[in-house]
């Protein structure tokens, strides 16, 4: 069924833009998809899709599929898009997706944990490249980014489609994937940490990185099992967490 909004004024559309502020998302287990890649990766993934809005630019360039995948969706002017998007020139579709249910606790296989990443491009970054890697999931801890922020969504690139994402208290977490098995290691700069060079591949384990500035809390610091350090060659202070956590996943896994 095809319904055509013009007026940014309308009741539907109103509604829809507080899915921008992250309580009305969690009021309403509900978050906005932007961009046809996106809706497209959620699409594949069985997400339920609440509301679909195209303009005619979208129409135009996604016909095909749109005739293929959607029974049901809004035909909106540029004026009421932009009112729903986050970027200044939207690509000419945006969709209100239902949040998935929260999964039964399963810790094989490997796990990133983020400790208060704030940074929403950085956490999206990380699920993607979790994803790259052949990880199971990944756990946001307390502090970090809201997934469905729409900059953490962009960045993912919908891989949060691929794996298991979801939010725990880490202090919680760690125990339960020691209980399982698993080693968890942690990220620090101090004279206990080991080159990452220098540890074995495994299946089964929990990475955590921490805060772009402070690095992991000293109180998950004390519950890992080994805390790993990258060797730095040049004059870089440091590196990007997101790259960190790159590099150590991909040498990580078996």
Do not use: C
Request: hydrophobic share 40%; net charge negative; charged share 25%.
């Amino acid at each position: 069924m095809l319904k055509e909004i013009l007026s940014s004024k309308n009741t539907l559309i109103k509604e829809t833009k507080k899915l921008q502020q992250k309580k009305y998302r969690q009021q309403t287990q509900s978050y906005l998809l932007e961009g046809f890649h996106l809706i497209q990766e959620a699409k594949a993934a069985d997400v339920i899709l609440k509301e679909v809005f195209i303009s005619q630019r979208g129409l135009r360039e996604w016909s095909e599929w749109i005739e293929e995948k959607l029974t049901d969706y809004s035909l909106v002017s540029d004026e009421v898009l932009k009112t729903l998007a986050s970027q200044p020139t939207p690509q000419g579709i945006i969709a209100v997706a239902e949040m998935p249910q929260e999964e039964k606790e399963d810790y094989a296989g490997a796990w990133l944990l983020l400790d208060n990443v704030q940074d929403p491009g950085n956490v999206g970054t990380m699920i993607r490249t979790a994803d790259a890697a052949g990880f199971t999931g990944v756990i946001l801890g307390k502090g970090s980014a809201d997934l469905y922020n729409p900059k953490t969504l962009r960045s993912t690139q919908g891989s949060l489609y691929h794996l298991s994402v979801r939010v725990g208290d880490l202090t919680e977490v760690i125990p339960q994937f020691q209980q399982a098995g698993s080693l968890v290691l942690g990220t620090a700069l101090d004279k206990e940490a080991k080159d990452y060079l220098n540890v074995e591949k495994m299946s089964d384990f929990a990475l955590v990185m921490g805060n772009e500035g402070q690095g992991m809390s000293a109180e998950l610091l004390a519950l890992t099992d080994q805390n790993l350090y990258i060797p730095i060659k040049g004059q870089a202070e440091s590196l990007n967490v997101a790259i960190a956590a790159g590099v150590l996943m991909f040498h990580l896994l078996k």
